[in-house]
């Protein structure tokens, strides 16, 4: 049972435009979603989290909306940049256990 | 203060054999909790250690088991490797401690990765 399904797969999206990346989760235990980004060879990075009694967050070009009746949260990255190239995940956390989505493997064209 | 690390990088084993990975923990953190990342199944929770113990565990057969110490370090052993068991394997550490809730957020190491032949 997959409790965080993230789409797309893939992502392109041209220099300078708004890449979207969109989760859904099941389990309303969850208290705490954050998103991680990760380079070929390295370990993922956090790069923004919410809790759910927050509907957005923005932290510089990443944006998390967050809508707890739908059970859905998104990623936006504002002004994409060749270097936002990486994969991203989603995941949500219950006690510390995080649940991961399968990854969106964004390419930011020059 | 130095991130989690993790050792060896690299690590390339025979089917039947067993390994130890090693993971140390941002200074300061007890939580630890390992992952596994295939490109099929994505990252799977293994299991987290708090002050020794083993407070979680994921849905992985008995193979795979881990430890913790006092100084925070763990350890995570397979044994009987399969060629499934060839991934990328996490570890992550945080301040919180398991049952809790709060914004402590989970910093993961680069990761060893385990080839199986």
């Known amino acids: 049972q997959q409790q965080v399904k993230q789409s797309p797969q893939s992502l392109i999206v041209q220099k300078g435009g708004i890449s979207i990346i969109n989760c859904a989760y099941e389990?309303?235990?969850?208290?705490?979603f954050p998103w991680y980004q990760q380079f070929p060879g390295k370990g993922p990075a956090l790069l923004i989290a919410?809790?759910?009694?927050?509907s957005e967050k923005k932290e510089g070009r990443f944006t998390i909306s967050f809508n707890k009746s739908a059970k859905q949260f998104s990623l936006h990255i504002m002004d994409s940049q060749p270097g936002d190239s990486a994969t991203y995940f989603c995941a949500a956390r219950r006690y510390s256990t995080l649940t991961f989505g399968k990854g969106t493997m964004l390419l930011v064209s020059p | 203060k130095a991130g989690v690390t993790q050792t060896p990088r690299y690590l390339i084993k025979t089917r039947g054999q067993q390994v130890t990975l090693s993971c140390s923990p941002i200074s300061g953190h007890r939580s630890v909790s390992w992952y596994q990342q295939t490109p099929g199944q994505g990252l799977q929770f293994l299991f987290e250690?708090?002050?020794?113990?083993?407070?979680n565990k994921g849905n992985f057969p008995g193979r795979f088991s881990g430890r913790q110490f006092s100084n925070s370090r763990s350890e995570m052993n397979v044994s009987t490797l399969e060629l499934g068991d060839s991934a990328l394997y996490l570890c992550?550490?945080?301040?919180?401690?398991?049952?809790?809730?709060?914004?402590?957020?989970?910093?993961f190491g680069p990761g060893t990765r385990l080839t199986v032949t």
């Open positions: 250690y708090f002050s020794e113990t083993q407070r």
């Open positions: 389990n309303t235990a969850f208290d705490y």
């Open positions: 919410i809790r759910p009694d927050v």
């Open positions: 992550a550490s945080s301040l919180s401690p398991p049952g809790t809730s709060g914004n402590y957020e989970q910093y």
